[in-house]
């Protein structure tokens, strides 16, 4: 009796150390989650290049060279872009300020007020007060960003220190670390590459997909802005390829909106270019592209990318756009390749 009970009492004293060691490191690791968010994140996307290189150069000048490449290609022009989008969002929030005032949306107005008076007759909200509440809000906050980013620019440098440090590392001990994650998994193992697979599956068809089709919306409407003379084209590309994220929503509000507001001015020409352009040529351009990437492959219904996109935006910053709907997949992946097994399970004691 007294023996299983110090049996009980080590096993107690046991899992309490374990506990307290892995609560430990997580405190040592929390303020570094971020960097070595987006250090796995480029890990996981650039895993492939770097085996690639890794056959010819061996690991360690392999994960070098990525790492680099990963720097001058993606890590460099987000920083400028960036930084022109902060600037950019703020001209534009007092481009629009400025107009309300000077009545530039004078045809937007006037169907504003009709609409007051022929549909809600009472409590008509003031739109043009409303825009520049909207506008000057918006402007203090991109204002707040940029100069959060400038006054702690030494701790912004050594979290992208750390990304690149720990990036190198991820890429040069990738199959080790993969290694041992396949220990932690309680599955049998085909049944736990399998889950693996079809998680890296849905994780490529509905992450890596939804980003190349945001970037090129982005870049086709934010184009489509700079042909037609509006300001701030860089930012409103920004804007509009963050919303193509966004399954039902997409970068319909911001192109329509400024399409509006250049018929109410008169520029009929520029407008009809802009909804061409944004429009049948941007939704075109998503359906020859996303069945080029997908290629048979299943995806995450609209509503769990929609949900998981915000709610890693919440959860996670701005690391959610992409952590989130990886958290996702992986999690659908999992229970796809578990509820198939329990199926079969099922089938064969029938």
């Not at 250049?262 to 429009?279: E, K, M, N, Q, W």
């Amino acid at each position: 009796m007294a023996k299983n009970a110090g049996e009980r009492f080590g096993n107690v004293l046991f899992y309490g150390v374990i506990l307290l060691l892995i609560y430990l490191v997580y405190r040592v690791f929390e303020p570094f989650l971020v960097p070595l968010g987006w250090a796995a994140v480029f890990g996981v996307i650039f895993h492939s290049v770097n085996k690639r290189l890794e056959k010819r150069w061996g690991p360690n000048l392999s994960a070098a060279v990525s790492t680099a490449g990963v720097t001058l290609i993606l890590i460099v022009p987000s920083l400028l872009l960036m930084t022109l989008f902060v600037r950019e969002g703020i001209e534009a929030s007092r481009n629009i300020q400025a107009s309300v005032l000077a009545g530039g949306y004078g045809g937007v107005n006037r169907a504003w007020e009709w609409i007051g008076t022929h549909v809600a007759a009472q409590n008509v909200v003031d739109l043009p007060g409303l825009v520049r509440q909207g506008a000057s809000k918006l402007s203090e906050y991109l204002a707040s960003q940029l100069g959060a980013v400038l006054r702690n620019i030494v701790l912004f440098l050594f979290e992208l220190f750390v990304m690149l440090f720990a990036l190198f590392y991820f890429l040069r001990d990738g199959e080790a670390i993969m290694k041992r994650i396949r220990l932690f998994l309680p599955f049998e193992e085909a049944v736990r590459e399998k889950m693996l697979a079809e998680a890296r599956d849905l994780i490529f068809a509905s992450v890596t997909t939804s980003l190349v089709i945001a970037v090129v919306q982005g870049v086709l409407c934010g184009g489509a802005f700079a042909i037609v003379g509006l300001s701030s084209a860089l930012f409103w590309g920004v804007v509009m390829a963050f919303l193509s994220l966004l399954p039902v929503v997409g970068p319909w509000p911001v192109w329509l909106s400024a399409a509006i507001g250049l018929f109410s001015t008169g520029h009929f020409v520029r407008a009809l270019i802009l909804v061409g352009i944004c429009g049948p040529l941007g939704a075109a351009i998503d359906n020859i592209l996303r069945p080029v990437f997908l290629g048979g492959r299943s995806s995450l219904n609209a509503l769990l990318v929609f949900i998981s996109v915000l709610g890693g935006l919440a959860v996670f910053g701005l690391l959610g756009v992409v952590l989130g709907p990886i958290v996702v997949a992986t999690a659908v992946g999992v229970l796809d390749v578990y509820s198939n097994i329990e199926n079969d399970s099922a089938a064969a004691v029938e």
